[in-house]
């Protein structure tokens, strides 16, 4: 079927894109996803991410702080990733991924440190009016709590629950629905649940394929039809408000 699609988060950059890097984002490209957000997740990554931007004008980066790295990471180091936020804020489309991860941080500390640090990229997506996108894992509702007041918001990957999704979405905020969509069960809740406009489509390549092996930027069509048939609509409705609400979401 001939529609457009935008993936609305993915890591090209990663590793596991080295040896085919251009040919993925051609394979792409040639089945129709018009832009790909690719988003940061460390200075490395953000690094990664702004040259990949600079080199495809079909490609935009976020700059981010993973709540995974926070517990463990030095003061120096955060403050390095907050600094290389601001200093590159104009060719950003956006602040993140970045947030709270409860799901492998278990201890007290651990979490409190995740949501100093947090606090801290909210106010750069604040001062600097940028979309924010969140990485809530198992912390949907206290990052949903700490950010509703911005502008612009997208929770990334969303796995919570309906409630919170529900807050999000009354707040004006957008919800991610990755690859999972195809065989997860409460991601397919979640998509049925979620309304047209405010729903964000994405394949977090190169991780939760739909497909054996390593998901990619043009896989992120699988979820098209499977959306369709929860909602009882057609696949280009879909594929148009999704793309339509990326476009929004990150002022592109």
Not at 17 to 25: G, Y
Not at 224 to 250: C, G
Request: aromatic share 8%; net charge negative; charged share 25%.
């Amino acid at each position: 079927m001939t529609y457009e699609v935008i993936d609305s988060h993915c890591h090209l950059d990663f590793p596991k894109f080295n040896r085919d890097r251009d040919d993925t984002i051609k394979r792409a490209r040639a089945c129709g996803v018009v832009g790909m957000i690719n988003s940061g997740i460390d200075y490395r990554t953000n690094n990664n991410s702004l040259e990949l931007a600079a080199k495809y004008d079909f490609i935009h980066a976020t700059l981010g702080l993973s709540p995974q790295m926070v517990p463990e990471a030095p003061d120096d180091k955060i403050k390095q990733i907050l600094s290389q936020m601001e200093r590159n804020i104009d060719r950003a489309a956006g602040i993140g991924e970045a947030g709270l991860d409860f799901y492998y941080c278990k201890t007290e500390a651990g979490r409190k440190r995740q949501e100093e640090v947090f606090r801290q990229v909210i106010g750069i997506a604040e001062r600097y009016n940028k979309t924010l996108v969140i990485h809530g894992r198992d912390g949907e509702e206290l990052a949903h709590k700490m950010s509703g007041d911005l502008g612009r918001v997208v929770f990334h990957c969303y796995g919570g629950s309906l409630e919170t999704m529900q807050n999000i979405v009354d707040a004006g905020h957008y919800v991610s629905v990755p690859t999972l969509v195809c065989f997860s069960e409460h991601h397919r809740t979640i998509a049925k649940n979620l309304p047209l406009e405010n729903m964000l489509i994405e394949t977090d390549s190169p991780y939760l394929s739909p497909r054996k092996g390593r998901n990619e930027p043009a896989f992120v069509r699988d979820s098209v039809p499977v959306i369709a048939q929860l909602k009882d609509i057609d696949e280009s409705q879909v594929a148009m408000a999704t793309m339509q609400n990326t476009r929004r979401a990150f002022g592109l």
